[in-house]
């Protein structure tokens, strides 16, 4: 099942240039410890296709709501999610209108380049990804259910990612998160994929809500997670395709002042706002793309 899975996922993306699948024991860990202006670590986790008003109804979402500031004005870019995705790391969908795998010209920047510049260690997340630098698709072998699907992994179509070894090396399974975290050595920037059970993607808002609450409650006590962080947890694009794109996004984490909690804020945001905050709280510098003149969050 497994490489039948891999086969299929090799023809479907042939003339790309990576081996299927990569080597399990490839990952890499990389910390480091530059000081930003109003946050010194920048986790971001994304949950799947809610209407703004369904999201702001669940339980543990409005428990999430309650431990930091819910940005009440917050557009995703398009539909459907891919190109969402894309341009969370690059400022542009870059041509994607859909969730068809493609690639990205290695001449073409991500928030990746601009943090390395500046010595700031970064890595993705991805849930049930079979291995580090993974580029396919990923069912469960037990169920066939969809569980890691390149769609939702932001920077693995960029070539200037997909071809250099030691960026794969840190585009991991979401369990080596909990290993990361034990050793105290999370990187400053980070992108959180949950699987397609625990995003909501085919299952419902209460899943997701469920999943997230259960992950992020333990973390808001925890030294290791903490230490000046800032969390956006946002979704990638309403159910609705007849709505605005207004998402149900909150700002949490020790960054945010206790005295702001349960608040809110309508500034209008886009997802070219994770790019411009991290850019402004690091002195990046920019990509030249959405992310100019995006509203920054703090
Ligand atoms: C990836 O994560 C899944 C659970 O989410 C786990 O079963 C699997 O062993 C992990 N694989 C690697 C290579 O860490
Ligand atoms: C997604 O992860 C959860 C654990 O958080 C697991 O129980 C579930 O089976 C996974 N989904 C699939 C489709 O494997």
Redesign the pocket.
């Known amino acids: 099942m497994y490489l039948q899975t891999v086969t299929a996922i090799a023809v479907a993306l042939a003339g790309t240039a990576n081996a299927y699948p990569r080597d399990p024991s490839l990952t890499s860990r990389a910390s480091s410890i530059v000081k930003g202006k109003t946050f010194d670590r920048f986790v971001s986790i994304w949950l799947e296709n809610t209407d703004y008003s369904k999201a702001a109804a669940d339980p543990n979402l409005k428990w999430i709501a309650s431990q930091g500031i819910t940005l009440t004005n917050y557009r995703a870019i398009t539909h459907p999610s891919q190109p969402n995705y894309i341009a969370s790391a690059g400022g542009s969908t870059h041509g994607f209108t859909s969730d068809n795998a493609g690639t990205i010209d290695a001449s073409v920047q991500t928030i990746v380049d601009l943090l390395e510049a500046k010595g700031i260690s970064w890595a993705e997340y991805e849930?049930?990804m079979p291995s580090s630098g993974y580029t396919g698709n990923y069912?469960?072998p037990k169920?066939g259910?969809?569980?890691y699907v390149r769609k939702h992994n932001p920077l693995i179509s960029y070539d200037s990612i997909n071809t250099d070894p030691s960026r794969l090396d840190k585009i991991k399974n979401f369990t080596l998160f909990e290993s990361d975290l034990a050793a105290n050595a999370l990187p400053q920037w980070m992108f959180i994929t949950?699987?397609?059970?625990?995003d909501g993607h085919?299952t419902s808002v209460t899943t997701a809500g469920a999943?997230s609450k259960s992950f992020l409650q333990p973390l808001l006590s925890n030294s290791n997670f903490l230490g000046n962080t800032l969390v956006l947890l946002t979704f990638d694009e309403t159910e609705s395709y007849i709505s605005n794109n207004d998402v149900f996004s909150v700002l949490l984490g020790d960054a945010v002042p206790t005295s702001s909690h349960g608040t809110t804020d309508g500034t209008e945001y886009t997802h070219y706002s994770m790019l411009s905050t991290v850019e402004n709280n690091w002195d990046l510098g920019n990509l030249g793309q959405g992310d100019v003149g995006a509203a920054i969050f703090f």
């Open positions: 849930q049930d069912n469960n169920t259910a969809n569980d949950p699987n397609m059970t625990n085919d999943w």
